[in-house]
C-alpha cells in the first residue's frame, strides 16, 4: 500500500500453524522503502497525465521505514525536529552480531526503482512477491513499484561500528546527490 495515495505499510500473511519455512532466522525486521516528494500527489498527477507530459523529477527524500535525508537548509523554522530529537534520527537497523535475520522488504515507492545495500554484508533472497524462490546470494538488491521480498542478513560483520544501510534510484541519472557505499 502506498501513502502518495493514502495508505502506506506492510501486510504479512503468516505461514499456516506447523508449517515449517525452508529457511532459519532468529528474528525478523521490517523495512519498508519509499520515494517522497515535497509536491502533493495531484500536483504530481497533473503533471504526468497532462498532453504536455512534465516529468516531476526525482524525489526530495528516499525513506527507510519513514525515515530519510533532506536538506533541512531549503525548509523554514523546524522547532519540533532537530537534531537533539530522536525521532528526527536516521532509520537505523539495529542487529545483534552472530544472529541471522528475516529482512521483511516493501517497495511502496510511487515512481522509483530502488536499490538497497547493507555495507559489508551479503543478503541472501529467499522470498520475492510471497513465493519462496531457490536462495540467490547478493550484493544489493534491485527492487520497483509494489514488489515485496524477504532477505536472509547474517550479522557476522564485527560490531565495532555502523554500517550504512544504502538506499539509491536506479534506472535513472539522479541530481541528487547518492548514498555511501555504492
Known amino acids: 500500500m502506498q501513502r502518495s495515495a493514502g495508505l502506506h ?3 504479512r500473511v503468516l505461514v499456516q500453524e506447523g508449517t515449517r519455512e525452508p529457511f532459519e532466522y532468529d528474528e525478523e525486521k521490517s523495512l519498508v522503502l519509499n520515494d517522497w ?3 502533493s500527489t495531484y500536483e504530481q498527477e497533473i503533471g ?3 498532453l504536455n507530459f512534465n516529468w516531476i523529477g526525482e524525489p526530495d527524500s528516499l525513506l527507510k521505514n519513514g525515515r530519510g535525508r533532506y536538506n533541512c537548509s531549503l ?3 523546524l522547532d519540533a525536529c532537530n537534531v537533539t530529537n530522536p525521532e528526527c534520527s536516521p532509520a537505523a537497523l ?3 552480531p552472530g544472529k541471522t535475520y528475516r529482512l521483511r522488504i516493501a517497495n511502496v515507492a510511487s515512481l522509483s526503482a530502488l536499490n538497497l545495500e547493507i555495507e559489508g ?3 541472501t533472497i529467499a522470498e520475492a512477491d510471497g513465493y519462496y524462490v531457490k536462495p540467490v546470494v547478493v550484493k544489493n538488491l534491485n527492487t520497483y513499484s509494489g514488489e515485496t521480498y524477504s532477505v536472509i542478513l547474517k550479522a557476522e560483520q564485527p560490531p565495532s561500528r555502523n554500517y550504512w544501510v544504502a538506499l539509491n534510484v536506479v534506472g535513472r541519472k539522479p541530481k ?4 555511501p557505499p555504492s
Not at 541528487?176 to 548514498?179: I, N, T
Request: positive net charge; glycine residues 10%.
Open 37 to 39: 516528494w515535497h509536491r
Open 75 to 77: 525548509a523554514g523554522p
Open 9 to 11: 505499510g506492510l501486510i
Open 176 to 179: 541528487r546527490r547518492q548514498e
Open 48 to 50: 504526468l497525465s497532462s
Open 94 to 96: 539495529a542487529v545483534m
Open 121 to 123: 554484508h551479503k543478503m
